[in-house]
Nanobody
Framework: QVQLVESGGGLVQPGGSLRLSCVASGSIFNFYGMGWYRQAPGNQREKVATITISDSTSYADFVKGRFTISRVSANNTVLLQMNNLKLEDTAVYYC??????WGQGTQVTVSS
């Protein structure tokens, strides 16, 4: 069964913003920390940001000050607010849990 569902990707100009959402099943959201990862063509998948069940956050250096990860317990959702997007942020973004669950990914394209 589908346990992580991402949405919110799209095409945006440099300097623009997007918000990604990941809806998790309750059995995942209530017991695991969550994270966002990304993979650009020809590159390895890399961590973007993580958040624990106690709301402790961690960010990759390349997104610090631009991206914010948060949890919305009311609807089992993990958000990634992305501001001041750059061309190099173009990638498929994946939601993941510390328990090893992965979503299907959502494409983010930053282009002028």
């Amino acid at each position: 069964q589908v346990q992580l569902v991402e949405s919110g990707g799209g095409l945006v100009q440099p300097g623009g913003s997007l918000r990604l959402s990941c809806v998790a099943s309750g059995s995942i959201f209530n017991f695991y920390g969550m994270g966002w990862y990304r993979q650009a063509p020809g590159n390895q998948r890399e961590k973007v940001a993580t958040i624990t069940i106690s709301d402790s956050t961690s960010y990759a250096d390349f997104v610090k000050g631009r991206f914010t990860i948060s949890r919305v317990s009311a609807n089992n959702t993990v958000l990634l607010q992305m501001n001041n997007l750059k061309l190099e942020d173009t990638a498929v973004y994946y939601c993941s849990s510390f328990g090893g669950h992965w979503g299907q990914g959502t494409q983010v394209t930053v282009s002028s």
